[in-house]
């Protein structure tokens, strides 16, 4: 069984960045897809990012595409983080940020929390002045 613990959150003034890391363990990324996802107090979760660990190909959701960078380890031998570099950061993106892990995630479930199976427990980002 896999576990993620997400770290990095924090308050941050509007424009400003935060890069927030999502560690596994009990065993590696290497056949994963992982996503970031972001949820407020009523609100459904919602889609920040996510990347295919094998081929990198990584997704964004329109309202942080060319803010946010989704991003992986390089060493071979741990295999067990994933990063979002999130710039420009607005108040709208106010949110606990959850990463999610699956191995068997299909492009049209990308997007949808219902594709991933091991969640994290959530970092929270407060972007105020």
């Known amino acids: 069984q896999m576990q993620l613990v997400e770290s990095g959150g924090g308050l941050v003034q509007p424009g400003g960045s935060l890069r927030l890391s999502c560690v596994a363990s009990g065993r590696t990324f290497s056949r994963s897809t992982i996503g970031w996802f972001r949820q407020v107090p009523g609100k459904e979760r919602e889609f920040v990012a996510a990347?295919?660990?094998?081929?990198?190909?990584?997704?964004?959701?329109d309202s942080v595409k060319g803010r946010f960078t989704i991003s992986r380890d390089n060493d071979q031998n741990t295999r067990n983080t994933v990063y979002l570099q999130m710039n420009s950061l607005k108040p709208d993106d106010t949110a606990v940020y959850y990463c999610?892990?699956?191995?068997?995630?299909?492009?049209?479930?990308?997007?949808?929390?219902?594709?991933?199976?091991?969640w994290g427990q959530g970092t929270q980002v407060t972007v105020s002045a």
């Open positions: 999610a892990e699956d191995t068997n995630v299909i492009l049209s479930n990308i997007r949808n929390p219902a594709g991933y199976d091991n």
């Open positions: 990347i295919r660990w094998s081929s990198r190909h990584t997704y964004y959701a």
